[in-house]
């Protein structure tokens, strides 16, 4: 892919008489703000949840089969097939590395300054360690490793952050509708919301585009926010990009997760992992200790198997965040090395 040139974010600014006393300062990086008490009780009540649900048809499970719960699913993991499972989700891992990476430095030419991909590679793995724990903090981190050695200032960076976590609902939203489509038969019923769904998406997002073109509501000052910066230089054709690039991570995902899942002796095709993924990746990003959400849904929508869906949502998830940390070892050298010189 070659690169194209791009316009200075400079003289792209609107003017703006908005005073900006409340603006971060220019080159002062974003420190992500601690979750409110509310937020914690949310993702904690989400958590419980998950489990009770999990353990509840765990046991049921185990019980049918005349076993306790701990011999059922010592059971259920030493019937998997581990190391081509191991082989293929390693190669996925650094596959969805330089995907993910790609995409960062994308919005980053689009939005602020021509950095190159090699130079992004050593954050981008080295945020992986940190969002082991928050990955808000992983993309502040990223934020102050541009700001002390490129002189981007930390608000531009989160906007771009922000850009992309934006795209990415539309992105996974896009391909759920095509996953219907395409296996719609074999999906719950409750998979019917998505083409309504994803109407009413396509209409929140012509409005937002035309809102930060100024075609709607003109003399709103919320788009000149610095944190918007990213909004308001965005043209139809960014969104159009970001699908385009992120789309290889999606469908290699696709392949991966449909073998591996015969490898833990589940039956699954390649069209109904397109209708399922999309899905489980929006539960994904619910901030929950050790994925339980996106485990719950794996155990939802394959009912016959809560076992190996167990473990598979389990290992499958934890063993993609953690690897990518190790990913991140590899490269922390050469981070401390931009930033600190040594």
Request: glycine residues 6%.
């Amino acid at each position: 892919m070659t690169e194209t040139d791009v316009p200075d974010a400079e003289s792209n600014e609107p003017e703006s008489n908005e005073p900006v006393a409340s603006e971060p300062v220019a080159n002062e990086p974003i420190v992500p703000r601690k979750p409110s008490a509310l937020q914690r009780v949310v993702v904690l009540g989400i958590t419980a949840g998950c489990f009770v649900y999990l353990y509840n048809r765990l046991n049921g499970a185990a019980g049918r089969e005349g076993l306790s719960l701990v011999d059922y699913m010592s059971q259920v993991f030493s019937n998997v097939d581990w190391i081509p499972w191991l082989l293929l989700m390693i190669a996925y891992s650094f596959l969805y590395f330089l995907i993910d990476t790609l995409v960062v430095t994308r919005a980053l030419n689009w939005f602020i300054k021509e950095i190159r991909y090699r130079d992004i590679l050593p954050i981008r793995a080295s945020a992986y360690i940190i969002s082991i724990f928050n990955e808000q903090i992983g993309k502040g981190a990223m934020a102050y490793y541009l700001n002390k050695r490129d002189g981007v200032p930390g608000w531009e960076v989160g906007s771009v952050m922000l850009f992309i976590m934006f795209c990415e609902m539309f992105y996974l939203l896009i391909w759920a509708t095509i996953g219907f489509y395409v296996s719609g038969d074999s999906l719950p019923d409750a998979f019917g919301l998505i083409p309504p769904i994803a109407v009413g998406a396509a209409v929140v997002l012509t409005l937002w585009m035309l809102y930060f073109q100024g075609k709607i509501l003109p003399n709103n000052q919320l788009r000149d926010k610095r944190i918007l910066h990213a909004f308001r230089l965005a043209k139809p054709w960014h969104y159009g990009a970001f699908f385009l690039l992120r789309s290889p991570a999606l469908l290699s995902a696709v392949v991966v997760y449909t073998i591996a899942l015969r490898l833990f002796g589940v039956e699954a095709s390649f069209a109904s992992s397109l209708g399922y993924l999309p899905v489980i990746f929006f539960a994904a990003t619910v901030p929950t200790p050790m994925r339980a959400a996106a485990i719950t849904f794996w155990v939802i929508l394959f009912p016959e198997n809560e076992g190996q869906m167990a473990a598979f949502g389990f290992v499958q998830h934890n063993f993609f965040i953690l690897f990518n940390a190790v990913i991140g070892l590899m490269f922390l050298r050469r981070a401390q090395r931009d930033l600190f010189g040594r």
